[in-house]
């Protein structure tokens, strides 16, 4: 088969890899029926994440079992499956303690840029569905590998409740499912920090009330003429640069709560400036094993459509491209299929 | 009368100041029973902390109303109260929120190591007692003004919860207050780390169930080998130090929590560390306002004995050798008598 390197920064390619099979017992090997880049893939792509020479891509994935090891209980050949970008065991102390992205068995998943992908921890790590979905549902239900578990976890982690008024920083496609969570989870005001008409319309589309295009202190400014000089209960960091979480953490009430849900780059914070803001953090590798059994209904039953976060679909061997669009933000997230 | 000032590093004077009046009509003037010397006062005592020209010390009081200003409703001349080391009006939406250390007219006290003191926004700060406590509990009510609070905030925040393991990281008397609360919460098992055999009996005494006398990543070894390789659920963070900031992050399991509760002194948080280490953290001035009535009921009841951590007791014009005696650790906490 073909399958997605990065050879330096700009440098993708769809070439010759070995076709994967299995290696554990515990191993399933899926055929693709979607996957897509993500935000975190720009990072490398860029060059401001060092990689040690050709890196294959890819952690976002649904299709079909192809085939299992001989210890794998929960799955079978033919089943369609989602799983988490984390692989995860299930029963050890931080899974069941709700984080299943610690996992003590945990890999993270790459070369899921590819039309079949070995999987570890199978059992652990996978969600079958009950029969094969409709295919106009796959967009949605690939969203829940990642970029909306992610979305997912940037709102519990801030503790989103009915009423709330939350904050999204960051218009990315786990920002704008953040958006999307936080109106799943009752908030009644959302506040999306956005510049990009189209970003601002789906933002709107998935939940959003409000709109703030300034960044930085003038953003936090408005966040606190929007909130009463009060600030917001809830706020969804979901950018990882300096100015992005400083923003975030200026724009919360005291006592309120701050979720971080991409790996920050370069970021320092400041413990005397954050004891006297006074807020909740959290933040780490979204735990979306915990969550894919309720998102996966939330798309069975269309009560959610986070698909729409893919304004580009291509073929997969035309991956190089999906890249250089979500680079120069001509696209906001590039679906990919086999 | 005679108050408590700080000239410069390791000066304290004891010598002529106004006695204070009432300014404000919200304002109450109260007689001192006892006040005390902080650990957070050894930050500048100790020229870790700049001042600007000599400061008047001291925010830890309860003692008798003497007099208030022709607004306050909710204590009168005569009564026993305990107020926080930060002023709340507790109507602002922060007091409403739950943190009265962040209302939107904090002063925080100082001048409190003096006979006499004058308490902005009495109705919000204070609170009275049904009857004047008998003298052997006031020590133990005078915790409740700060370091107590502190210690249970720390508690709190970390998400204490019965049957869960707590760490605390520091031996002063937050730390070993902390202790003491963790216990009231419930916690299963709590680890002092402390190297000092007399903290060591007390931690003890307040709940310790280990204690671990090893420090930086020696320490977080040894809590991770008490934990069965998980780390601890909850990890209270009594010094503000990078090193036990550090300390404490690296010992909780990932998705456990963290507080911190001393002013952080040159403290510096990695996020991508903070990311992978996948705790919660909350800390800030402690909301004590909050949970003074609970904790004069705990004392009143003889429930808790706070007033052990206070191991010196001096006459309040000796106020100099009880900041010595702290800063060359001959003394966890000095009591200080008008």
Chains 1, 2 share one sequence.
Not at 15 to 27: M, N, V, Y
Not at 115 to 138: C, H, K, M, N, Q
Not at 191 to 206: D, K, P, T, Y
Request: overall charge negative.
């Amino acid at each position: 088969m073909k399958g997605t390197v990065l050879y330096a920064p700009g440098d993708i390619r769809f070439e010759d890899r070995e076709t994967p099979t299995i290696e554990e017992p515990t191993d399933a090997v899926i055929r693709m029926a979607a996957t897509c880049v993500c935000g975190s893939d720009l990072w490398p792509y860029r060059g401001l994440q060092p990689t040690n020479g050709p890196t294959p891509m890819g952690h976002e994935y649904c299709g079909f079992v192809e085939e299992v090891g001989g210890a794998v209980r929960s799955v079978k050949p033919g089943q369609f499956v989602v799983g988490s970008f984390a692989t995860s065991d299930n029963v050890c102390p931080h899974c069941r303690y709700g984080y299943p992205s610690a996992c003590a068995q945990r890999e993270f998943i790459t070369r899921a840029q590819a039309p079949f992908l070995r999987v570890p921890l199978a059992d652990g790590t996978l969600v079958a569905t009950a029969e094969a979905p409709s295919g106009d549902l796959i967009p949605s239900l690939l969203t829940t590998s990642d970029v909306l578990g992610t979305g997912w976890f940037a709102a519990d982690a801030a503790n989103v409740k009915p009423g709330a008024t939350a904050v999204v920083v960051g218009d990315g496609a786990v920002g704008l499912l953040a958006v999307l969570s936080a109106k799943q989870m009752g908030a009644e005001r959302i506040i999306a920090m956005s510049r990009h008409e189209a970003r601002q319309n789906l933002a709107r589309e998935f939940g959003a009330t409000d709109i703030v295009a300034a960044r930085g202190d003038e953003g936090v400014e408005r966040i606190k003429e929007l909130t009463g000089g009060i600030g917001a209960d809830s706020v969804l960091e979901c950018v990882g640069t300096q100015e992005s979480m400083m923003q975030a953490i200026r724009s919360a009430r005291p006592g309120g709560f701050v979720s971080y849900v991409g790996v920050p780059h370069g970021v320092k914070l400041e413990g005397a400036e954050l004891f006297f803001a006074h807020v909740h953090l959290h933040g780490g590798p979204a735990p979306v094993r915990r969550y894919l059994p309720h998102l996966i209904d939330l798309v069975l039953q269309e009560k959610i459509n986070p698909g729409k976060v893919f304004d580009l679909s291509l073929p997969l061997d035309q991956v190089a491209e999906g890249y250089r669009a979500m680079d120069e933000r001509r696209a906001i997230k590039t679906l990919l299929r086999p």
